[in-house]
């Protein structure tokens, strides 16, 4: 399913009443299928972006779609993975991933039937009934996308979702999120200020300017797919990486 | 894993941990406390009438039992406290989520709520046996006054400490007014609902003890009262300490749903 980005501006009112821009105006398009990487100088609305394309957040000037529907509230063809897991603490890991589910009012049967399927995947096995605080970093993310693969979204948007991780088991995530993904084809707006993350994993990345965030980049990424963790010391690999770091350092000054 | 430490006994290991030692504890302070009531009467050191000794109280006691008079006015207080405490609940609860969700309303009602608040209840108790008359409702009504505010201030806390993000994620999964009520916002406030209760249960023996001390026909405020008359002073002591056990297996009541419900807290600890 695609997005389409026209014109879309976020701005606040400041304390002392003056509009603040926060983001845009931007525009830009993502394909159906396409693997979007967002990257930018902290504090450019990236995160701000993806509110906006999940519906939490009305644009105060231009549209966004999704498809032909105009992104008023969150729409049931989205998920969203946010940047910290966000999920209840008083929720056992069942209980959390099966949220999704008990919103649309499956039974509990059901519910149970169908996160024990998707554990293994997650390699949450035997943690079903332990509480978040319970479970390790990695862990408590891979509850958090659980929770999105229930939605069985189109459009998949993750604000940082391993942005608190370290390195190694970050990598690991991503290319689990992209193995999951393999199965079947989704739309995913990824946002990292992690580099050769973006390169790993996106078709496209898009490099966003300081405040107001707008378009300062659309670099194509053309590696082979599958993509494994050993091609970040290849020569392609490398090129682009740089060539995205170029970007965003024009950026500071 | 070491093979002593999985083998060792478990009594071997709670005394390990200090948990024997430290739940007998607040036993062996009752223990204490008695034992020196005891000598204190039995050596005459204070007027036996000031001070009945426990011999003499667990006398009262049985006759309070045995004729009945305990249980009928036990019955009343307990009734007022009952109702009085559903009313204030709720009301407090209804009033709390309101403006947790609209803060003007916080505004608007400051005066009336921050007035009540300030107001010692012993001070316009009378005002209320005046209004509701003497019979059990003004008692109904003290207490659900008393408790009102506690259960207020911990609702609005407790909502507004939702989380946002919380909020956010119940919104992008499309959920309802009550799903938002019931899946996110109780379970989440419900520590800080909780622990409001506790203090409510306490404030409620005091709110239908001090509306049957200015006006009433039965309850153990007028059990106290006409016992202190009768200068029969094991009497007052049987009836205080039944407001006591009262006010805390109420409390021990609600500190036993928190344990059960607050699992998750206990573990994430």
Redesign the interface.
């Given at each position: 399913m695609r997005l389409s980005l026209q014109g879309v501006e976020v701005g606040y009112p400041a304390p002392s009443g003056a509009y603040l821009p926060a983001l845009g105006p931007i525009s830009f398009d993502v394909a159906d299928d396409e693997f979007v990487c967002l990257v930018g100088p902290s504090g450019c609305g990236k995160s701000t972006l993806i509110?906006v394309l999940?519906?939490?957040l009305p644009p105060t000037a231009g549209t966004a779609y999704c498809g032909d529907e105009l992104i008023n509230?969150?729409l049931?063809q989205?998920?969203?993975m946010?940047q910290?897991t966000?999920l209840?603490?008083?929720?056992?890991v069942l209980d959390n991933i099966a949220?999704?589910l008990?919103?649309v009012g499956a039974t509990k049967t059901e519910r149970f039937r169908i996160v024990r399927e998707l554990l293994p995947q997650l390699n949450l096995e035997g943690f079903e009934f332990a509480?978040?605080?319970?479970l390790s970093g990695g862990m408590a993310q891979r509850v958090a996308l659980g929770r999105v693969i229930l939605?069985q979204p189109r459009i998949w948007l993750l604000d940082e979702p391993f942005g608190a991780l370290d390195a190694l088991t970050r990598e690991k995530l991503s290319l689990e999120l992209l193995r999951l993904r393999g199965r079947s084809q989704q739309t995913i707006v990824l946002v990292t200020h992690d580099i050769s993350e973006a390169v790993l994993l996106a078709d496209r990345i898009i490099v966003i300017s300081r405040r107001p965030g707008t378009l300062a980049a659309d670099i194509d990424i053309d590696l082979p797919r599958p993509r494994s963790a050993d091609m970040i010391y290849q020569p392609g690999f490398l090129r682009l990486a740089k060539q995205v770091r170029a970007c965003i350092e024009d950026l500071r000054d | 894993m070491a093979k002593n430490e999985s083998t060792r006994p478990d009594t071997a290991r709670f005394i390990a941990h200090g948990t024997i030692l430290r739940r007998l504890s607040p036993l062996a302070t009752v223990l204490v406390l008695l034992l020196a009531w005891h000598w204190i009467t039995d050596w005459r050191l204070v007027s036996r009438i000031l001070i009945p000794p426990p011999a003499a109280v667990l006398e009262a006691f049985t006759q309070a039992m045995v004729d009945g008079t305990l249980a009928r006015h036990t019955t009343t207080t307990l009734g007022e406290m009952m109702v009085g405490l559903l009313f204030g609940v709720s009301v407090g609860l209804a009033i709390g989520y309101a403006i947790a969700k609209a803060p003007l309303l916080e505004y608007i009602l400051s005066p009336v709520i921050v007035g009540f608040q300030s107001t010692p209840i012993v001070a316009y108790a009378p005002l209320l046996i005046i209004i509701f008359g003497t019979g059990p409702s003004s008692k109904v009504v003290t207490t659900a006054v008393i408790v009102f505010f506690p259960t207020l201030v911990n609702t609005i806390v407790g909502i507004r400490g939702v989380s946002p993000r919380l909020r956010d994620l119940m919104r992008s999964l499309n959920a309802g007014r009550w799903q938002v009520l019931l899946k996110l916002e109780l379970p989440s406030a419900l520590p800080v609902l909780l622990a409001g209760l506790k203090t409510s249960t306490t404030l409620a023996v005091i709110g239908a003890v001090v509306g049957e001390f200015v006006g009433s026909g039965s309850g153990l405020g007028v059990l106290v009262i006409s016992a202190r008359s009768q200068y029969d002073t094991p009497l007052v002591y049987v009836t205080v300490l039944t407001m006591t056990a009262i006010a805390l297996s109420l409390y021990s009541l609600v500190a036993l749903v928190e344990w059960r419900v607050l699992d998750w807290q206990r573990r994430s600890a």
């Open positions: 509110r999940a519906g939490l509230r969150p049931p989205t998920a969203i946010f910290d966000n209840m603490p008083w929720r056992t949220l999704p008990e919103i509480y978040p605080a319970e939605q | -």
